[in-house]
């Protein structure tokens, strides 16, 4: 019997940007919230937006359209620019909106009445709860790891697909934090010899990195998984 090492690569509970010019295209969403910008790229991981407006202001033709029944009285989107108060909070339905390595493009509608974004609109996504990427592998598929930078190491894994092309995780850690990675790691393959069990190695669900050793000495921030094409 030997141990399966078991990774859930992170998810953050929320993450915003705020708008440095009137457009419908956010900036991207920093990395330290939600991993590898490139690798954050459905909007059906998204379950809402909220747009909180700085001051409040519409125009005739809109950039975007709030849900409805968020605001009383319901909407009708007339020619009427539409104004809504100072610092408030309103939702942007998710499935209209286009997403694509960590940039959200809210729906450009054009038509009359509703909201236009404006400098210092604070856009927020608030990501779904169990669709996490999560992925184990046997001990006896761990071929190493190694320092890629300072603050990134990369563990290397025979395919599952049983082929010659290796699948990798890649980890954020701290500056210092490669020696214990290793030690962790390490700990993890050796854990349970004679039956072996599933080993949580590291756990990024909601935002919070939930490792083995309990207390994160590597100062893992986030793990990202890149397995051979064709899963």
């Known amino acids: 019997m030997e141990n399966y090492l078991y990774f859930r690569k992170n998810r953050p509970i929320s993450a915003s940007v705020t708008l440095g010019s009137a457009t419908q295209t956010c900036p991207a969403f920093a990395a330290a919230d939600i991993g590898v910008v490139n690798n954050n790229d459905n909007v059906n991981e998204i379950a809402a937006i909220s747009v909180t407006s700085l001051d409040g202001g519409g125009t005739g033709h809109a950039t975007v359209l709030f849900t409805t029944d968020q605001i009383v009285p319901l909407l009708d989107y007339s020619s009427t620019a539409l ?17 694509a390595n960590g940039v959200l493009v809210l729906d450009a509608h054009g038509v009359a009445g509703g909201y236009t974004l404006d400098t210092g609109d604070i856009v927020t ?19 190493g790891i190694v320092a890629t930078d300072t603050n990134t190491s990369s563990l290397t894994f025979a ?18 934090g490669f020696d214990a990675l290793c030690k962790m790691i390490n700990d993890a393959c050796h854990a349970y010899p004679r039956d072996g069990r599933l080993i949580n190695v590291i756990d990024g669900h909601d935002g919070n990195v939930v490792t083995l050793d309990g207390n994160n000495a590597a100062g893992i921030t986030t793990i990202e998984f890149a397995p051979e094409s064709g899963y």
């Open 125 to 143: 996504a608030y990501w779904q709860t169990g669709l996490e990427t999560a992925f184990m592998y046997p001990v006896s598929a761990f071929k």
């Open 159 to 176: 395919s599952i697909k049983g082929d010659s092309t290796d699948d990798v995780i890649t980890i954020e850690h701290a500056n210092d």
């Open 83 to 99: 104004a809504i108060a100072e610092g408030t909070t309103h939702w942007v339905e998710p499935s209209t909106q286009a997403y």
